[in-house]
């Protein structure tokens, strides 16, 4: 006990140390030993149509946001520059401003070059450089800036740059970026390499966009048609997915709000938890609060209020604190539906098991502008689209699982539904429903002056099945007798069980007495047939008593009870028989 008590000191100690340097890796900035001299000379001969900027350019924080490029310019040999690495991550206050120096000199006047910042979603930049006539040349872009204002209007920021040849110039970027950790590959581009590169990247989102759209009208179909809520919900959660990748990856900018200055900077901090939200209450509602309990229930009910409050906080009054509250909800959200979705797996039902495969993908991505907000990852090729891969992913298991979850259900109401009109272990019409057609084609008959015929069928060795091999195997027999009746009769006819041995079936009319016998003949010989399902060495014995109605002999009206009333008793004289089989009570 004195040991693990002597311990508890230096662990704190540690735990506290790694806590504090981990916050620190966080909030401040990153630093690096001086390096005033120029960054190295970017030679645009078409070698490479694509250069990035890593270990060829220079950074430096201006905290008052204060200075011009011209301060800078003047400046830059005695401000502390140093090189800018690949994976260069940089956390700026609000007001402060980044500063990337190169310096680049093109060779070949056939050539146009441009430069790019391969990312959405920075509130604002701009490159400077001086032209021929030593004025300076400005360009903006960003997310301060409606996107049909930038230099040139794209997902991402793009400049144009000087077009002279064989003399070096001197570019600055300028770099605003608030609250989240700002990291970004700056790459210069030959003009028709970027162009190709836009073109396959339009195709590739086109098609992506268009799938989320297409399965998002697919629900909304389904919704109405089947009145399945599920499918609505999925619809809503696919919707606000797809708008907040569309944010996220510069397309909602470029075509959906070209205009909108305030809502492009705010539409990936709205939408992304929004569709969190939405996931999150698609999944409860798919897996149903039985599954997962009513603590996880009920946590996820609280969260979802608890992150739209958060979401219209960061809205309203932006700072770093609000942001990292919705980012921690964020990560909790994910966690949340983690746990709704294990128990629900471990039911065993196929659809559920498609809806938790479905949603793995983008939990996963999920991770990663958590991870981004944090500062623990820059952006790349993974932050960027590692979402919009996981939600193509996605979209397809969830629509196969709700398919399949709606065939369950539905399965179940016709079956359900059927009952009502269907004897259960038979599948024949139940006695209700076929005193009711035998009701009316008395009436029929009479009307129309036709005859239709009845014939009572009783399984005579029923009681034989049960004594010798149980009352399975006994309804194993009246079962392969319901499906004898059934190939027997025609579309129009009507077959039932009466009592627990017997069955009827109405031959509806035009009916002959010799297409009556003929139904009678078949179905006791199909009796005599083996069956695999049947002991070996037994068969179906049946008794059949035939009648053509109406019988002008008997007064019995329109009353169906009675003439099956007529028929067994009929049948009870028949069984005192054993050498015959089939009984014909009138022609």
């Not at 270990?55 to 005695?78: C, F, K, M, P």
């Not at 996963?364 to 960027?384: D, E, I």
């Not at 969830?398 to 065939?407: A, K, N, P, T």
């Not at 025609?490 to 077959?495: H, Q, T």
Request: hydrophobic residues 50%.
């Amino acid at each position: 006990m004195s040991c693990r008590r002597a311990l508890c000191g230096p662990l704190a100690f540690a735990a506290l140390a790694f806590s504090l340097s981990l916050l620190t890796a966080l909030l401040l900035p990153q630093h690096a030993r001086a390096d005033t001299h120029a960054p190295p000379l970017v030679l645009l001969d078409g070698s490479q149509p694509t250069i990035p900027l890593a270990q060829r350019s220079t950074w430096w924080v201006d905290n008052s946001g204060a200075l011009s490029v011209q301060d800078v310019e003047s400046a830059q040999y005695r401000l502390p520059f140093v090189t800018r690495s690949e994976e260069h991550r940089l956390r700026l206050r609000d007001g402060a401003a980044m500063w990337v120096r190169f310096e680049a000199m093109a060779t070949d006047d056939g050539q146009r070059w441009e430069l790019e910042l391969a990312r959405s979603g920075t509130d604002r930049i701009s490159l400077y450089y001086r032209q021929a006539n030593g004025e300076w040349k400005a360009q903006h872009a960003g997310d301060r800036i409606a996107v049909r204002n930038w230099a040139f209007p794209d997902r991402y920021p793009v400049f144009s740059l000087d077009p002279r040849v064989n003399t070096p110039v001197t570019y600055f970027v300028r770099i605003e970026h608030a609250r989240v950790p700002f990291s970004g590959s700056l790459q210069i581009h030959d003009h028709n390499t970027l162009r190709e590169l836009r073109i396959h990247q339009q195709f590739l989102l086109g098609a992506y966009f268009g799938l989320a759209l297409l399965l998002a009208a697919t629900a909304v179909a389904n919704a109405l048609v089947f009145r399945d809520v599920s499918f609505a919900a999925y619809a809503i959660y696919i919707s606000l997915l797809g708008l907040a990748l569309a944010a996220s990856l510069g397309v909602g900018g470029q075509f959906l709000w070209p205009g909108a200055v305030r809502w492009n900077g705010q539409a990936e901090f709205v939408l992304l938890p929004l569709a969190a939200v939405a996931g999150m209450l698609f999944v409860r509602h798919v897996v149903q609060p039985r599954r997962i309990g009513r603590w996880l229930d009920r946590s996820a009910l609280t969260l979802a209020a608890l992150f739209l409050a958060l979401m219209v906080w960061d809205t309203i009054a932006p700072s770093d604190g609000s942001l990292l509250a919705v980012t921690t909800l964020g990560a909790l959200t994910m966690l949340l539906v983690y746990a709704m979705l294990w128990p629900a797996w471990r039911t065993g039902d196929r659809w559920v098991r498609w809806i938790a495969l479905g949603m793995l993908p983008i939990l996963l991505a999920g991770a990663l502008p958590v991870l981004r907000n944090f500062g623990l990852l820059s952006s790349g090729f993974l932050s960027q689209y590692g979402m919009a891969i996981a939600a193509a992913i996605e979209a397809p298991l969830l629509i196969y699982g709700l398919l399949q979850r709606s065939s369950q259900q539905h399965e179940a109401q016709a079956r359900a539904r059927a009952l009502a009109l269907t004897e259960p272990l038979t599948g024949l019409s139940n006695r209700h429903n076929f005193m009711l057609r035998l009701h009316e084609s008395l009436v029929r008959a009479q009307r129309y002056e036709h005859r239709s015929a009845l014939l009572l069928i009783a399984l005579d060795n029923h009681t034989w099945f049960v004594e010798q091999h149980g009352r399975e195997v006994a309804d194993r027999a009246l079962v392969i007798t319901g499906s004898l009746l059934r190939s027997v009769a025609r579309d129009v006819d009507a077959a039932s069980r009466v009592d627990d041995s017997t069955l009827a079936l109405l031959l509806e009319g035009p009916v002959r007495e010799g297409q009556a016998l003929a139904a009678a003949t078949s179905i006791v010989a199909g009796g005599l047939r083996p069956s695999a399902q049947l002991p070996v060495g037994s068969t179906l014995k049946f008794k059949i008593v035939v009648a053509l109605l109406p019988d002008p002999a008997q007064d019995l009206q329109q009353d169906a009870q009675a003439h099956l009333d007529w028929l067994q008793g009929a049948m009870d004289t028949l069984r005192k028989d054993p050498r015959k089989a089939i009984l014909k009570l009138n022609s």
